[in-house]
């Protein structure tokens, strides 16, 4: 068992189907979660520039495609709790969390309660720019605004996960000393290692393990290492994370995009080849069963039990 915290799929789905692409779940990716041993994902609904210029309207529309081609599937199912996530598991089936990547589609905060309807459990205030709730990692001086603790204090009475990647230095700071709620890094690595933006400093680092929130390994090559990143370097910062947070907090959000951005004109590319390759990466990780588990599974599963529990039908 595997569970991804971090996959751009919803995105990918839409940007196939204006090509005529109608199953690209089924027909683009579902054998590589397989082949991987993947039973679990987070889909991160991330909207691009154009998607920005109407965000409820496009994130609703990925959410709705991504639930049809899941359905579609018949071996995906869209979860909102870890009660559910082992039940889906249990029928051999990839249970599918839902996440905004940048709350821009949450255009009041009062419209979180239609993304909770949708399924949505997983909130990141930002993506790199700075909106009306938060700096993001571009803007590293811009904290959280008002209107930004608002939504957190309705996220929490939801006891829905805050996911700090992508946050400014400030906002991250302060978003761990505000909110009341779980908090977790999906897709981040250590600046110490790699030093970028994008990634934790020590700091946070320890600030969110002692917290009780996971950080998950991002697989991209320029978050994994400033050097020409290998899996031995993905391995490194597995290894440095674990020693500073603990095992029970670190786990993985890789974060593909070769295939589902196939158009990026990007330096950076996935260390592994894809969710296909995850299992082996496990493998290859020189770490006691009992320490591999937590990172594939465990340690996420932890964090899915503090969603509200509804038993699905
Ligand atoms: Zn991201």
Redesign the pocket.
Known sequence: MIIDG?A?ISGYLIRQKQQGRLSALEDDLLADLQAGGITGVVN?V?LSEDELADPKKSALAQIKEIKHQVELSQRMELVTSAHQFEAAYKRDLIGLFLSL?GAEPIEQSSDLDLYYDQGVRFV?LT??RANRYSGGCDTPDIGLSDSGRELLDRMSRKNMILDL??LSDVATDQALAYYRGTVIA??SNARSYADHV?NMTDDQLIKLANRGGVVGL?AMSKFVSQNHATKEDMRRQLDYMINLCGEDHVAFGF?FCDRLFPEADSKSFDVLDGHEQAFDFLDTLRLPDRIKDKLAWQNWLRIYETLNDKPSA
Do not use: Q, T
């Open positions: 971090h751009d991160a991330y990547e990141g993506w790199n990647s992508h999906s897709h994008r991002n974060d």
